[in-house]
């Protein structure tokens, strides 16, 4: 089956799936387990078509693959499927029914094994998606996930890992979940996933050497946020749509050595958010080539701090281009090359660098960086007279946030 029909087939499936109640599915519909059990280490088990009853424990390396025509029905209890094992593999199946236990992360895959797939496969209904505890080299790849109708809070996590090392997570289409959260956890790869409608569309935590190339996410609360991760690299991403008063692009906390490049962060409370980071002495975290645009603030630093790098980055329509919480500047990262859309230069020499530098000072439209509560009146016509104002014949020497040498002079592509 090709992948196109497979996943035509799964949403059949699916979409037909509640027409059989839980209720019934337990004493009517076969039990999936009593396959698995009858199926030798090393074997392929490709079952009929149809619903079946779970939980369902796999302890031994065998292969399932449900064509998209196979659904497992856990019945509101435990995990759909548990993977106790190494070299196990799940594909085009639908997984539906967990249970809403937090305590015992009740999801529709817990991978507790090394070198694992799950594949091609649906989660429905299920409180977590897939949960790797202690599990290496495992592939979670082109699965559509969700959770259970629930809060936002008390939601389940798409993805978890914890203490889990050299997994990929690849090409999964995620919504409306609580996080894709990775604890602990060492050089993994988190590539061309789409996450919308949720929380933390991914969350580092004392994680390091991870990889985020090509992801899309949008419409969540925060797009990527690094808490004491090191060394990450971010590549390639799209980030859109994280808005609200918690709302941020890429945030960081106390993460060091991280690189961010190629990416689009566009219609954000806030592009990027830095709290003590870098954190580790001696390390940057290095901004590339991205582009922060149409953000409340692009970049926003929690304190006046240093050691961040900012090369070749196009900032077009922030309504605040950079700002300083608590007042204090930003000089002490290094601006170079950016192209900042309130340049007022000129290129009259042709080579694409600005002949002045880009300066970027405190006035009136800063206030709410000393005072919060003022950000209610940004924009407002009494703050925008004020602020002119204050351009225009200042009462005390303005701060400079910022100074870009060479600003890039060139039309944003």
Same mark, same amino acid.
Not at 262 to 291: K, M, Q
């Given at each position: 089956?090709?992948?196109?029909?497979?996943?035509?087939?799964?949403?059949?499936?699916?979409?037909?799936?509640?027409?059989?109640?839980?209720?019934?599915?337990?004493?009517?519909?076969?039990?999936?387990?009593?396959?698995?059990?009858?199926?030798?280490?090393?074997?392929?088990?490709?079952?009929?078509?149809?619903?079946?009853?779970?939980?369902?424990?796999?302890?031994?390396?065998?292969?399932?693959?449900?064509?998209?025509?196979?659904?497992?029905?856990?019945?509101?209890?435990?995990?759909?499927?548990?993977?106790?094992?190494?070299?196990?593999?799940?594909?085009?199946?639908?997984?539906?029914?967990?249970?809403?236990?937090?305590?015992?992360?009740?999801?529709?895959?817990?991978?507790?094994?090394?070198?694992?797939?799950?594949?091609?496969?649906?989660?429905?209904?299920?409180?977590?998606?897939?949960?790797?505890?202690?599990?290496?080299?495992?592939?979670?790849?082109?699965?559509?996930?969700?959770?259970?109708?629930?809060?936002?809070?008390?939601?389940?996590?798409?993805?978890?890992?914890?203490?889990?090392?050299?997994?990929?997570?690849?090409?999964?289409?995620?919504?409306?979940?609580?996080?894709?959260?990775?604890?602990?956890?060492?050089?993994?790869?988190?590539?061309?996933?789409?996450?919308?409608?949720?929380?933390?569309?991914?969350?580092?935590?004392?994680?390091?050497?991870?990889?985020?190339?090509?992801?899309?996410?949008?419409?969540?609360?925060?797009?990527?946020?690094?808490?004491?991760?090191?060394?990450?690299?971010?590549? $390639? !991403? %799209?980030?859109?749509?994280?808005? =609200?008063?918690?709302?941020? &692009?890429? #945030?960081?906390?106390?993460?060091?050595?991280? +690189?961010?490049?190629?990416?689009?962060?566009?219609?954000?409370?806030?592009?990027?958010?830095?709290?003590?980071?870098?954190?580790?002495?001696?390390?940057?975290?290095?901004?590339?080539?991205?582009?922060?645009?149409?953000?409340?603030?692009?970049?926003?630093?929690?304190?006046?701090?240093?050691?961040?790098?900012?090369?070749?980055?196009?900032?077009?329509?922030?309504?605040?281009?950079?700002?300083?919480?608590?007042?204090?500047?930003?000089?002490?990262?290094?601006?170079? $090359? !950016? %192209?900042?859309?309130?340049?007022? =230069?000129?290129?009259?020499? &042709?080579? #694409?660098?600005?002949?002045?530098?880009?300066? +970027?000072?405190?006035?009136?439209?800063?206030?709410?960086?000393?005072?919060?509560?003022?950000?209610?009146?940004?924009?407002?016509?009494?703050?925008?007279?004020?602020?002119?104002?204050?351009?225009?014949?200042?009462?005390?020497?303005?701060?400079?946030?910022?100074?870009?040498?060479?600003?890039?002079?060139?039309?944003?592509?």
């Amino acid at each position: 089956m090709t992948g196109y029909a497979r996943s035509v087939a799964l949403a059949a499936l699916a979409a037909c799936a509640p027409l059989v109640a839980p209720a019934a599915a337990e004493g009517a519909a076969p039990r999936f387990q009593e396959l698995v059990d009858a199926t030798p280490a090393g074997a392929l088990l490709s079952p009929p078509p149809g619903v079946y009853a779970g939980p369902v424990e796999i302890r031994r390396p065998i292969r399932i693959d449900g064509r998209g025509e196979v659904l497992i029905d856990a019945g509101g209890r435990g995990s759909v499927v548990r993977i106790l094992t190494d070299g196990a593999s799940l594909r085009g199946l639908v997984l539906r029914g967990s249970g809403e236990n937090h305590d015992t992360l009740d999801a529709g895959v817990q991978v507790r094994g090394d070198g694992n797939t799950v594949e091609d496969s649906v989660i429905q209904d299920c409180l977590f998606g897939v949960d790797l505890q202690q599990s290496n080299r495992n592939a979670i790849r082109r699965n559509r996930i969700g959770s259970k109708p629930l809060a936002m809070g008390v939601k389940g996590d798409a993805i978890r890992l914890w203490y889990s090392f050299e997994n990929e997570i690849v090409g999964n289409e995620i919504s409306d979940v609580r996080d894709v959260v990775v604890w602990y956890s060492s050089d993994n790869l988190i590539a061309e996933n789409s996450v919308s409608g949720s929380r933390y569309a991914l969350h580092f935590m004392y994680s390091q050497r991870n990889r985020v190339v090509s992801n899309r996410y949008s419409g969540n609360m925060v797009g990527i946020f690094l808490m004491y991760s090191d060394g990450v690299e971010i590549r $390639g !991403n %799209r980030i859109t749509g994280s808005v =609200g008063a918690t709302g941020m &692009g890429i #945030g960081f906390k106390e993460s060091s050595d991280v +690189l961010v490049e190629g990416n689009a962060i566009v219609y954000c409370a806030r592009g990027v958010y830095l709290d003590i980071s870098p954190y580790e002495p001696d390390t940057t975290n290095r901004f590339l080539s991205n582009r922060i645009a149409y953000n409340g603030v692009g970049v926003e630093f929690h304190s006046d701090w240093h050691g961040n790098v900012f090369r070749e980055n196009d900032f077009d329509g922030n309504f605040t281009q950079v700002a300083v919480r608590g007042g204090g500047g930003a000089s002490d990262h290094l601006w170079e $090359g !950016n %192209r900042w859309d309130d340049y007022r =230069g000129f290129d009259r020499d &042709g080579d #694409g660098r600005g002949d002045t530098p880009y300066e +970027l000072y405190a006035y009136a439209d800063r206030i709410w960086m000393q005072v919060p509560p003022a950000a209610f009146f940004r924009g407002s016509p009494l703050f925008e007279a004020i602020d002119f104002l204050d351009r225009l014949a200042p009462f005390t020497e303005p701060t400079m946030i910022l100074r870009d040498s060479t600003p890039r002079f060139a039309l944003a592509e």
